[in-house]
Structures are given as C-alpha cells and as structure tokens.
C-alpha cells in the first residue's frame, strides 16, 4: 500500500494539517490555542463535516501527539507506520530556490533566517523537530514560502542602498509564495486559459499580506520583501512606512526591541482599531459606524489598490486579478473597495457575484478578470513533497 503524505503548517500558537493519499486530502484540521486555556483540534472530512475536540496540550510535540491519536480514533490511520512523508511550510528559505528534503544542512539554514521571520520559521521548525521524534521513519521536506519569488529580477530584488549589504543577502525575498503560486494556476484554470501567457496579479490578504505580479506564471515583484514587514498593512504589521520613523524613534530612545514589538505585533488593524487585529471586528466596527473601523478599512483597501496599479504597470497590462487568503476570499465589501478605483485598467465588478463570493466575480465586458480563488497551501505542498522525494529516489 502506498504510504500517506502528511502536510504541516507550524504557526507560533497551533498546528494546521492534512492528509493525503494520492494527491486527493483525505482530511485537515487545525491544533489550536497551543500553550493556551482551553486547546483544541479540528478535524474536517468533508467541507461541511468538521469535528471540534477540546484536547491538552502546550507544545508542539504534543499537539502533533494529539493530532495523530484523533487521526487514529477517527479510522483515518490505523497507526503511525502508515505515514511515509510530511511536507512543511517554512516561510524564509533565504536562497533556496525550491523545495528540498530536510536534513542537517536544511534545519541550520532554516534557523538561521529565523531572525528574518520571527513570527513564523521558529515554530516551522518546532513541527519539523515534532515529527522527527513522533514518526522518525517518515521522510520531510521543507516547502519554502520564498521559493516561488527567487526569479525576481535584480532591478526589483535589490534596494537602493549600498550594493555591499546585497552581497551580504540583503535582498527582496519575498513571502506567501506557496498561496500565490496556487492562486495564479487556479485561476487561470478558472478562466480556461494558459498561465503561461498570462499577466496576473495576485492577492493574498489574512492576517499576514502580500502581493504579486506574475508574468506567465513567474513571480517579477512582490510586496513583501526582506522580512514579511514590508508591503500592506497587516493585521498586527505595519507594512511600509518611511525608514526615517524608525531613526526618529531610535533618536528619541525607544529601544530596538520595542521598535519590533511594535512593527510586528502592535501595528496595522492593531494599530489603527487600538481593541483588535480582527478583520471581522473592523466589518462589525464598521457596520456600528466606528470611525476607527473604517479608518482601518479604507487604508488596508487603499494600499491594496496601490500595489495592484504599480504591478499593472510593472506587467505592462494585467489579465486577472486574484484575491485568496480568509479575507481576500471571504469579503466581497474589501474587493469591492480595492477595485472601484481601477476602472481606468478594465475592471468592472458583477456586484452580485462578489457579494457571494463565486469564483469569476467580474461582470461580462470587465476587460480584466477578476477571480476568487480558496487558497490551499496545503495541496500545494502535498505535491511538491511527492515531486521531491519521486526525485531523489528515481
């Protein structure tokens, strides 16, 4: 019997996951609330059958644990042994430009770029240490985020300080490359059309938020950058603001450590909304006539729409403009919002549609299409892990 495949996506405070057979998810859930009151596993077998059970556990190991005993209760798996791989989602790979099987080599490269992604490669690798313990005989591969962005070209991939600290890797790097690459070829499945010769612009707006233009289904710029700080404004991030602030604030005596506090995690819908990082409490501000809620609302859609207009002019044209991730998939009110400025590129928006959230929310005669596209890292990552190991062992 052909083994299964185990996908993992390490955040600092829970695990998601899915399983795999053939390429088709068997099911996926999410370990909540991680070293928190009251954690918690979801297990869904189809979209409309998910399972809540309240379990404990405080770290990763054991949240992975759980995980796997709730497989086992449910006649997912009869045991461990039945596992033979697990791809993982690890935001910085630095120059890795595709994915690979983890070894030693992989681990020190993955921490070593932690200090770029705080949030987010620490807790990648505390799934990837889980799993070495729990199902050592499996084989990982690490799945960067960074990978689909290592095509740049150099006039978008380098900044405009000394070229020294370039040589030292001081670069764009870029960040949700596993969510824009799938957008972009579901969506040009959508519209029955060759990615290949497509200029598509790509959202990807959650809690974390970023943009990319891709030029026949190679990423040429992306908002992101160094870090995953740059670009939007985010739900506790700041996204772009004059590197002059951070000087002032420094002159002023605030220390480096509160500075990234507060650009990490104090900043964006935080920031703004001062009582929450939600974007479903700034709609419900919204609809309450909160000027706090709406403020935040019309910077996040403003930005947007700046990148998109910079990307149609970076790809010389646009033929699709793709929204995914929980808000950029769930929220008609932000798309319309984020496109009614644009209608000088072609856009025009079937209003009903959007409000639904169907997939092709453009209406007849919108020159650009505009799509909805349910992101799924996780299929994604299942098969680049089978690509990668179908490799190695040929």
């Known amino acids: 019997m052909k083994k299964l495949t185990l996908v993992i996506n390490s955040g600092s405070t829970s695990i998601k996951y899915a399983l795999f057979k053939d390429k088709e998810k068997m099911c996926w859930g999410i370990a909540d609330r991680i070293g928190f009151q009251r954690p918690f596993i979801t297990i869904n077998l189809t979209e409309n059958r998910e399972t809540k059970i309240w379990e404990s556990f405080n770290n990763h190991r054991e949240a992975l644990?759980?995980?796997?005993?709730?497989?086992i209760r449910q006649g997912i798996i009869r045991d461990l042994s039945e596992v033979g791989a697990v791809g993982h989602r690890v935001v910085h790979g630095g120059s890795m430009r595709r994915s690979t099987k983890i070894n030693s080599k992989v681990i020190k490269l993955i921490r070593r770029y932690s200090k770029m992604a705080p949030l987010h490669n620490p807790a990648n690798l505390a799934g990837i240490e889980a799993c070495s313990k729990l199902i050592p005989e499996?084989?990982?591969v690490a799945v960067f985020d960074t990978a689909f962005h290592s095509d740049i070209p150099e006039r978008a991939r380098i900044y405009p300080i000394p070229i020294k600290y370039y040589r030292q890797g001081i670069m764009r790097y870029g960040f949700h490359g596993i969510s824009h690459e799938y957008a972009c070829m579901r969506a040009a499945q959508i519209l029955r059309r060759d990615i290949q010769k497509m200029k598509i612009i790509s959202c990807h707006l959650g809690g974390g938020s970023s943009v990319s233009a891709v030029l026949n289904g190679r990423c040429i710029d992306t908002s992101m950058g160094f870090t995953p700080l740059e670009g939007l404004m985010m739900a506790t991030r700041s996204g772009d603001i004059d590197p002059g602030i951070i000087l002032h604030l420094l002159k002023k005596g605030v220390k480096e450590e509160q500075l990234d506090e507060m650009l990490n995690k104090k900043s964006g819908f935080l920031g703004i909304m001062e009582s929450s990082s939600d974007f479903r409490d700034i709609l419900a501000g919204m609809r309450r006539k909160n000027k706090k809620a709406i403020l935040a609302f019309e910077i996040f859609a403003y930005r947007i729409s700046k990148y998109i207009g910079?990307?149609?002019?970076?790809?010389?044209?646009?033929?699709?403009?793709?929204?995914?991730?929980?808000?950029?998939?769930?929220s008609g009110l932000l798309r319309e919002a984020v496109l009614k400025n644009l209608e000088f590129l072609g856009v025009k928006l079937d209003g009903a549609k959007n409000l639904r959230n169907e997939q092709l929310v453009s209406a007849k005669g919108?020159?650009?299409?505009?799509?909805?596209?349910?992101?799924?890292?996780?299929?994604?990552?299942?098969?680049?892990?089978?690509?990668?190991?179908?490799?190695?062992?040929?």
């Open 65 to 71: 644990s759980k995980i796997f005993q709730v497989l």
């Open 138 to 140: 499996a084989e990982q």
């Open 310 to 330: 910079a990307y149609a002019a970076a790809l010389n044209g646009v033929d699709a403009i793709v929204f995914t991730g929980g808000i950029g998939q769930n």
């Open 366 to 394: 919108s020159r650009v299409a505009v799509v909805v596209v349910k992101a799924d890292e996780e299929q994604m990552i299942a098969e680049e892990t089978e690509r990668v190991l179908k490799k190695d062992n040929f």
